[in-house]
């Protein structure tokens, strides 16, 4: 198994929608979120993903088609 870490940027259009939770059952990887900051208009928020790596990639796939901004953290820890 894998953890990748990663930078999502929220628009304000899907702030209230449950991307990560969704994430979560459409994907074989177990969600953590490491750190974040959600507001009325705006939201950033870093996510740890664990599985296997394809199954890592598609959930990110999965994230920027739900019209999120995904990015990788540099220097990916496996803890």
């Known amino acids: 198994m894998t953890s990748l870490r990663f930078h999502i940027r929220f628009p304000e259009n899907k702030i209230k929608e449950p991307i990560i939770y ?9 969600t953590n979120v490491r750190r974040a ?9 870093d996510l740890e993903l664990t599985g296997e790596t394809e199954e890592i990639e598609r959930a990110i796939d999965g994230i920027r ?7 990788p953290i540099e220097l990916n820890v496996v803890e």
């Open 65 to 71: 088609t739900k019209g999120c901004v995904v990015d």
């Open 37 to 45: 900051d959600v507001r009325e208009t705006t939201g950033w928020m």
């Open 22 to 30: 969704q994430i979560g059952h459409e994907f074989k990887v177990v």
